[in-house]
């Protein structure tokens, strides 16, 4: 068990950066490969980023590539996300997930499924 806890979210203009924080409780945090996702009002949830456990691979959404970084701090047990010039589209509340699933390319990472571990998420909202 895992207690994931999503800060850093607010209100910024169009174009503009947030970095979004997941701190992790555990012992053991650095087992887990770690994900992103987001859910707009009327929209399922959809994926957005996810990072091995050791920060060495990584993986992100068409949507947000070369936006959006992933990366991870296990000696603080915090997983971040970095997003740069947002977009109006960009506006839902974020969610940080967790999974101790092994075999990195093995599985289908932009399913909600897959993760076993929640935060409460944090909302980001992009305005013109």
């Known amino acids: 068990q895992v207690q994931l806890a999503e800060s850093g979210g607010g209100s910024v203009q169009a174009g503009g950066s947030l970095r979004l924080s997941c701190a992790a409780s555990?012992?053991?945090?650095?087992?887990?490969?770690m994900g992103w996702f987001r859910q707009a009002p009327g929209t399922e949830r959809e994926f957005v980023a996810r990072?091995?456990?050791?920060?060495?691979?990584?993986d992100i959404a068409d949507s947000v590539k070369g936006r959006f970084t992933i990366s991870r701090d296990n000696a603080k047990n915090i997983v971040y996300l970095q997003m740069n010039s947002l977009k109006l589209e960009d506006t839902a509340v974020y969610y940080c997930?967790?999974?101790?699933?092994?075999?990195?390319?093995?599985?289908?990472?932009?399913?909600?499924?897959?993760?076993?571990?929640w935060g409460q998420g944090t909302q980001v909202t992009v305005s013109s």
């Open positions: 990072i091995s456990q050791g920060g060495g691979l990584s």
């Open positions: 555990g012992s053991t945090f650095s087992s887990y490969v």
């Open positions: 997930a967790a999974t101790a699933r092994t075999g990195y390319y093995t599985w289908a990472y932009q399913s909600s499924l897959k993760y076993d571990y």
